[in-house]
């Protein structure tokens, strides 16, 4: 499986960005569906995360600000940035969890929030 985000860039303080994930190669069910950040010489943190029941959760830093989706069409995994701040600057990752606690992760894109 090999995903591929899409979608990152420079935004001012109180801008908006999406970030999309395509996922191709071997197909498979998965648990859950994820976004990721990480700030150089930092964990890497969960930010939001969908299951295959629609379920949602978010880092409390992102809430009402971020939201998390699937695009019914292509099956991409979306992330809706709203209101971004210097703080949000990371790379970010969409990772996919399989059944069998598999995790799957794409190469990052850049986000970087600054005036």
């Known amino acids: 499986v090999q995903l591929v985000e899409s979608g990152g860039g420079s935004v001012q303080p109180g801008g908006s960005l999406i970030l999309s994930c395509a996922a191709s190669?071997?197909?498979?069910?998965?648990?859950?569906k994820g976004w990721y950040r990480q700030v150089l010489g930092k964990q890497r943190e969960l930010v939001a995360e969908i299951t295959r029941d629609s379920r949602t959760d978010y880092a409390e830093s992102v809430k009402d600000r971020f939201s998390i989706s699937r695009d019914s069409v292509t099956n991409a995994l979306i992330l809706q940035m709203n209101n971004l701040k210097p703080e949000d600057t990371a790379v970010y990752y969409c990772s996919f969890t399989d059944y069998r606690l598999n995790q799957y992760w794409g190469q990052g894109t850049q986000v970087t929030v600054s005036a």
């Open positions: 190669g071997r197909s498979l069910a998965f648990y859950s």
